[in-house]
């Protein structure tokens, strides 16, 4: 008999950005604005889908503060403005935003903004979107086990599993673009029965037609979960 695997929390790496204004001889900011788009056609695709519940994207890992300072900044105020003018879309759509990473480097304009988003939007139900932010999983998990111990409980997969940033369900679909076939400290502990996507396309050509391919492919495969 055929089953179908249910699609609720989808992760997304997305990657490609640079390389495709390369290849229109752009400036690699130019990438992430088209990226931005492609955030917001994929978020309200994933709104409107009617089994996910969480997206969670990787926006700017731990390593990024490492790329130009003028680009690291550009990343900034596009995260700003994306959130400032998304604000009646995330209403329209019931999306719910927020973050997990450790927010403490960011600007206090950009604290501002990602709390006022939270706050806003907090009582939405149809999404959650949450975006990774100066995200590095080893941090993460490094930083949970510190939460269990100042606690004084017993280090279990339960206790730490329940400190880390995100209390969303396990991932069921990961999917990286750009043809690059590797994790990146990404959601390390809640990947760990996800099935895996990796496609060649660069993120600003990701569409909602290619991830609902995707998904038809991730509801057919075998999940065993570590069993038989
Ligand atoms: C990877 O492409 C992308 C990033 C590091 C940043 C992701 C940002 C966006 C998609 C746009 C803004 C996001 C939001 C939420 C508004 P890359 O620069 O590493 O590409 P490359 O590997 O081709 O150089």
Redesign the pocket.
């Known amino acids: 008999m055929s089953k179908t695997n249910i699609l609720q929390h989808l992760a997304i790496i997305?990657?490609?950005?640079?390389?495709?204004a390369k290849m229109r001889e752009k400036a690699?900011t130019q990438?992430?604005k088209v990226?931005?788009e492609?955030?917001r056609a994929i978020t309200t695709y994933c709104a409107k889908h009617e089994t996910i519940e969480t997206l969670t994207?990787y926006?700017?890992?731990t390593e990024?503060w490492k790329r130009p300072k003028m680009e690291v900044s550009f990343?900034m105020k596009?995260?700003d403005n994306?959130l400032t003018n998304e604000l009646d879309t995330y209403m329209e759509l019931g999306t719910r935003f927020e973050t997990i990473g450790d927010l403490s480097p960011f600007s206090p304009k950009l604290k501002k903004t990602i709390e006022k988003t939270k706050e806003a939007t907090k009582k939405n139900t149809k999404l959650v979107q949450v975006?990774a932010l100066n995200y590095g999983s080893r941090d993460e998990i490094v930083r949970a086990a510190n939460r269990v111990i100042a606690d004084k409980k017993v280090l279990t997969e339960e206790s730490l599993s329940a400190a880390l940033d995100s209390p969303y369900s396990d991932i069921d679909l990961l999917i990286r673009t750009?043809g690059e076939q590797r994790l990146s400290n990404f959601l390390l502990w809640q990947l760990s029965y996800s099935e895996l996507f990796f496609t060649e396309t660069?993120?600003p050509d990701f569409s909602p037609q290619e991830l609902e391919k995707i998904i038809e492919n991730f509801q057919l495969r075998d999940r065993k979960f570590g069993g038989i």
């Open positions: 997305m990657d490609g950005n640079g390389r495709w690699r990438g992430h990226g931005a492609t955030v994207l926006a700017f890992s990024n990343l596009l995260l994306y975006l750009s660069l993120w």
